[in-house]
């Protein structure tokens, strides 16, 4: 089934006429019946009954059922030619305490995420996507998360971070004082 084919039989079913088909679709009458002719081959069942000299066609039962699926078929495809498009998104898992979520990253977050709606609404460019996802837990299950799930994990005296998941790395964001 290809999608040429498709389109032939949607446009066939709006107008209901093989010759105004093949003027909306911008070719010979000849290709839109070859495209039908092969669909149906391709489907094994008859989806218009066409009159000899009548201009009109009309679903036959497979037909009429088979409407809705070439409609999401179409959908399917178009969607698919978008995503293929797109550049992929980073995923970016945090997780951290709650104090370090809202009192000093909340800004980042929310600059993180406006720069990325911002993106996404260019029509021609999808770029610099991400996708966030920011926990607030104690400090110990960030320990035990670490090792399986987020790519950032800050506690209360460390920051963890996990490089291409193989390398597990500390950094100090300040030093106590002892005064």
């Given at each position: 089934m290809?999608?040429?084919?498709?389109?032939?039989?949607?446009m066939?079913?709006?107008?209901?006429?093989?010759?105004?088909a093949?003027?909306?679709?911008?070719i010979?009458?000849?290709?839109?019946?070859?495209?039908?002719?092969?669909?149906?081959?391709h489907?094994?069942?008859?989806?218009?009954?066409?009159?000899?000299?009548e201009?009109?066609?009309?679903?036959?039962?497979?037909?009429?059922?088979f409407?809705?699926?070439?409609m999401?078929?179409?959908?399917l495809?178009?969607?698919?030619?978008?995503w293929?498009?797109?550049?992929?998104?980073m995923?970016?898992?945090?997780?951290?305490?709650?104090?370090l979520?809202?009192?000093?990253?909340?800004?980042?977050?929310?600059?993180?995420?406006n720069?990325?709606?911002t993106d996404?609404?260019?029509?021609?460019?999808s770029?610099?996507?991400?996708?966030?996802?920011?926990?607030s837990?104690?400090?110990?299950?960030?320990?035990d998360?670490i090792?399986?799930?987020p790519?950032?994990?800050?506690?209360?005296?460390s920051?963890f971070?996990e490089?291409?998941?193989?390398?597990?790395?500390c950094?100090?964001l300040?030093?106590?004082s002892?005064?």
């Open positions: 290809k999608t040429e084919q498709i389109e032939t039989f949607l066939i079913t709006e107008t209901k006429n093989l010759s105004l093949s003027k909306n679709l911008f010979s009458q000849s290709a839109v019946s070859h495209r039908l002719r092969a669909l149906e081959e489907l094994d069942c008859e989806l218009f009954i066409r009159g000899r000299g201009k009109l066609v009309t679903l036959t039962q497979k037909g009429e059922e409407v809705e699926i070439a999401r078929w179409k959908a495809w178009r969607e698919t030619r978008i293929a498009l797109q550049e992929s998104k995923n970016l898992s945090v997780a951290s305490i709650d104090s979520n809202t009192c000093v990253f909340s800004n980042l977050y929310k600059e993180l995420i720069n990325n709606n996404n609404k260019k029509a021609s460019e770029s610099n996507g991400i996708t966030l996802n920011v926990s837990h104690w400090s110990k299950t960030i320990y998360l090792e399986n799930n790519n950032l994990g800050n506690v209360d005296h920051i971070i490089i291409c998941n193989t390398t597990l790395t950094i100090s300040y030093i106590r002892s005064r």
